[in-house]
């Protein structure tokens, strides 16, 4: 039986995932579409960066953005003198932490999927008079929906199992930083292996439940996903 302050955590949990996934997509679609059509020398630069957050340390990506988003780091510490406030042990520096922490589970599908569209549907488009917009808006995008839909869920599955960029950016703050894999680490450190049990066993099924569904529907149609 999950306590109150698991059920808010898993609520957190839930949240973060959701939010930061549905704000990648958004603003990792540009980016996938750009790496996916240009020639440019600096695209395996930015490959390469995009990449970056499958090898480093999570701790690594934290502590960096603990400097970053803290008082005194140059994008806290300029939202500190405008009023704001910064954005370390906040929800909103967990949603940027996670979002970059998610970066590749979400460009690299995108990418794959705008790559495996091919240029002749898009050549043929340009045919019938229709722009370069119209072209990404009604042949591309509808072309990599399941790509999408990958990048969706990759996106939401790594999120929910995130530890070292949640602990060292938002803390350990019950109701709002504490995430579930945190709480489950706070029930280990109490001898509460049941607690943690109960908790870690939601996680898990969960994430189960959606890497199942990606590859059922990978294996059903042929879905581009994450470049190996």
């Known amino acids: 039986m999950l306590s109150p302050q698991d059920l808010t955590a898993l ?11 549905v704000l990648l997509i958004v603003l ?14 600096g695209r395996t630069v930015v490959e390469a960066l995009v990449a970056m957050p499958l090898v480093l340390p999570p ?31 906040s929800f909103a520096g967990l949603v940027i932490g996670s979002m970059i922490y998610s970066l590749p589970f979400v460009v690299q599908p995108l990418q794959n999927a705008f790559q495996a569209t091919g240029t002749r549907v898009l050549e043929a488009a340009a045919t019938l008079r229709a722009g370069p917009l119209d072209r990404f808006l009604s042949v591309s995008l509808p072309l990599a929906r399941r790509g999408f839909l990958t990048a969706a869920v990759l996106s939401f599955a790594h999120t929910l199992g995130e530890f070292g960029v949640i602990i060292m950016l938002g803390g350990n703050i019950p109701g709002s930083t504490q995430v579930a894999s945190i709480a489950i680490y706070n029930h280990v450190e109490a001898m509460d292996y049941a607690a943690a049990h109960g908790l870690a066993l ?16 990978n294996r059903r149609f042929k879905v581009v996903g994450v470049a190996s």
């Open 11 to 21: 609520w957190i949990t839930f949240r973060l995932a959701a939010i930061s996934t």
């Open 28 to 41: 990792a679609t540009p980016l996938a579409w750009w790496l996916a059509q240009t020639r440019s020398r």
């Open 59 to 89: 701790t690594v990506i934290g502590f960096y953005l603990l400097l970053l988003l803290g008082p005194q780091g140059a994008i806290g510490g300029f939202l500190e003198r405008i009023g704001v406030g910064h954005l370390a042990f």
């Open 202 to 217: 939601v996680l898990v099924v969960l994430a189960f439940g959606l890497l199942l569904s990606v590859y059922a529907i």
